[in-house]
């Protein structure tokens, strides 16, 4: 996550141009990083977005000023992406029931940076603690850390066969007259684009217990609360983020049988 709204040359710290781009210059394009698939998921999915909190969570008192939550993360969604997609088209424009803005997207997500379970390993009172109450074994993917996540859910009637956009924006702000060298405060916003292939449901079914599963892996398990609101939504196409514009719905190929988790998991 290194797009940064408003760049640093930026005299103005607090100013963002309505030509400011949405997406890094190589996110634009539905281009894939080789060796790093696109993530696929039917209409209606949970997905976990993943990403590691480097002591934004764990040691706030390096950076006097900012937001208790460690700032807001909001998640947009949209099926008919612009290259040229401007911010302050989407953010606070676009809302949950699609008729914000332009309608050509919604608002999937709001929740805070700090999922209230992740940490960098190191010797902070809040890491420690968290250590101690939310264990994680070392792995592959995440090492020591514990990451934090957002979970959302697709639309459920986003359409098959087509890629979903989403726009993963981090709001983290600068409180003016805190930080000696910010007299007046500064805006810093992160963003990351992504695509999702929207396939067909599975034909064979999986039976899973319905609700959060207490005593689970903490490396693959939902934050409670979200995953509340996320199952939800998905049952309710408004709030589960869908767009008031009709879709045009092209069936895909049902995809070889795999090995289907009920919630996946994007790594930022």
Known sequence: ?????????????????????????????????????????????????????????????????????????????????????NFLDVFNSWNRDGTGGDRRGVLLSKQNFDDGRCYQINNGNISEHRQAVYPH????????????????????????????????????????????????GKQEIYTTCIDVDVVDSPTTHTHVQEGYVEGQSLDSAAIPSEFAEVMGSSTDSKEAGSSSVPYSSTPAPTPAPTSVAPFRVLTL
């Not at 592959?140 to 087509?162: E, H, R, T, V, Y």
């Open 137 to 184: 074994v070392t792995n592959q993917l995440m090492g020591a850390d514990l990451w934090c996540q957002q979970d959302i859910a697709l639309p459920s009637n986003a359409p098959s066969g087509k890629p979903y956009t989403l726009y993963w924006v981090w709001n983290w702000p600068t409180a003016p007259g805190v930080d000696p060298s910010l007299p007046n």
């Open 1 to 85: 996550m290194t797009y940064l709204i408003p760049p640093n040359d930026r005299a103005n710290q607090s100013l963002i141009l309505p030509t400011d781009k949405m997406c890094k210059s190589t996110q634009r394009t539905r281009n894939q990083t080789e060796g790093s698939p696109r993530l696929q998921a039917a209409a209606g999915s949970p997905i976990a977005l993943r990403y590691q909190e480097n002591g934004h969570v764990t040691l706030p008192w390096n950076q006097p000023g900012k937001p208790k939550n460690r700032g807001t993360i909001y998640v947009y969604g949209t099926t008919e992406p612009k290259e040229e997609e």
